[in-house]
């Protein structure tokens, strides 16, 4: 067999495994896309002719205010939580809420900038351990704070919101909140990253995942009754469901050996029977933009990588052992989209190798060598399949990254999703490595950037 025989039928062999992979994927995302679809003409044709669509102002009224308490872990954040205090304090719409910021005693530049917002809402609250800890661990120490704060005022909170260090709220995020917290016990905004013009691929790609995944997969899993998973930032659970966890986890809501301690949450408190909802409302009649949470994202790769990491490890792998498959149909096909990110890298990186073997072999036949033999009828039929769901889904990208940023960031999504999958493939890679080590053992965090330019403007 020649080298250029053997060649061929490796690419062919691992083209063959990428197709059949990329085809299941596409048909299970092709079926989110038909579910969105579908709900959205129903409620067009039937509760939209009878009722007018919600707004967060309309929905949050004048109703008289509960306390609301954000909880904002924090650790080497020195140069972006003053900024994000004095921001939020500027902006939040509402009457009664505090601000628990934790920082550790090793951290002092953290604590210097909490304590120079003097404003009786902000509260540092210090983690007696030298950091970093994990995140879930900090906001362990907030809680148990919380419970002695409560005690000390005599009143309970209503509702407890996660932010972090570098978000920039919104101003009706707290009513709306307030609102909601009584009728489910997890509420979670969409996540909106900002766009950042010196990084516009490896940061951008994180604007067109999330236009897509806080667009619509979010609104589907909803719909089919799987529990909504929290995103770590601009979310809240109500009082009386956070009471819960400590009763079934050893005293401490937060899982303090998690990745991704907020997606756990959402789906121990869907498992403990307490309604779950996503919430995407404009905050205005006729405004384009919705209430959510934004803020900058990782702009470099390797931070990228890192932050992916963290999250496929804690999702995919750690998650499967940790939650398991438990829950109905619905839940359990959300849970399977949710690990499907290492098969999927690997995948990726199969399509990948295979493209660059057929290149080479093409480029040598071009130069005089025999050319390669034909791609059997069983992979061209596949290849023909995949072209045409790959196209459905880059239209679905530039659709949804249009409507949130405009048209000249739709179509740079197109190529931006090579720089998405380079990055899956990279991530999944160092999540294994770290899984295979029994995972991260203190705070794996990203070097954050408030964006005080808009801010000012």
Known sequence: MTLQLALAQVAAELALFAALGFLFFSLDDLAVDLIYFGRALWRSLTVYRRHPRSNARSLVGRASPGWMVVMIPAWDEGAVIGDMLRSTLARF????????????????????????????????????????????????????????????????????????????????ELRLFDRLVGRAGVVQLPVVPLPDRTSPWIGGHYCDEFAESHGKE?????????????AGVGCAISREAMARLPVAHDGKPFAGGSMTEDYEMGLRLGALGERTMFVRLPAEAGEPGVVASRGHFPATLGAAVRQKAR???????????????????????????????????????????????????????????????????????????????????????????????????????????????????????????????????????????????????
């Open 218 to 230: 979010l609104v589907v899993r909803e719909a089919v009754g799987a529990a909504i998973p929290l």
């Open 311 to 457: 999250w496929l490890g804690g999702i995919a792998f750690a998650g499967w052992d940790r939650l398991g498959w438990r829950g109905g149909l619905g839940e359990r096909w959300f849970r399977l989209r949710d690990r499907r990110g290492p098969l999927a890298a690997l995948l990726l990186l199969a399509g990948y190798v295979a493209a660059l073997l057929w290149g080479q072999l093409w480029l040598a036949a071009q130069l005089g060598a025999p050319n390669p033999p034909q791609p059997s009828p069983l992979l061209a039929t596949l290849l023909q399949v995949n072209f045409v769901l790959l196209l459905w889904r880059t239209l679905m990208r530039i659709g949804f990254t249009t409507q949130l940023y405009g048209l000249g960031e739709g179509l740079a999504s197109v190529p931006r999703i090579v720089a998405g999958n380079l990055i899956a493939i990279l991530a999944a890679g160092r999540a294994f490595g770290l899984h295979a080590k029994g995972g991260p053992t203190q705070w794996d965090k990203t070097a954050h950037v408030f964006p005080t330019e808009l801010v000012r403007s």
């Open 93 to 172: 719409d509402h009457g009664d809420y505090s601000l628990l910021v934790g920082y550790y005693r090793n951290d002092p530049a953290t604590r210097v900038a909490i304590e120079a917002v003097t404003d009786p809402r902000v509260v540092a609250v210090e983690v007696p351990v030298d950091g970093p800890t994990t995140k879930a661990d900090c906001l362990n120490h907030l809680y148990a704070f919380l419970l002695r704060h409560e005690a000390a005022r005599g009143r309970r909170a209503r509702g407890i919101v996660l932010h972090d260090a570098e978000d920039l709220v919104h101003p009706l």
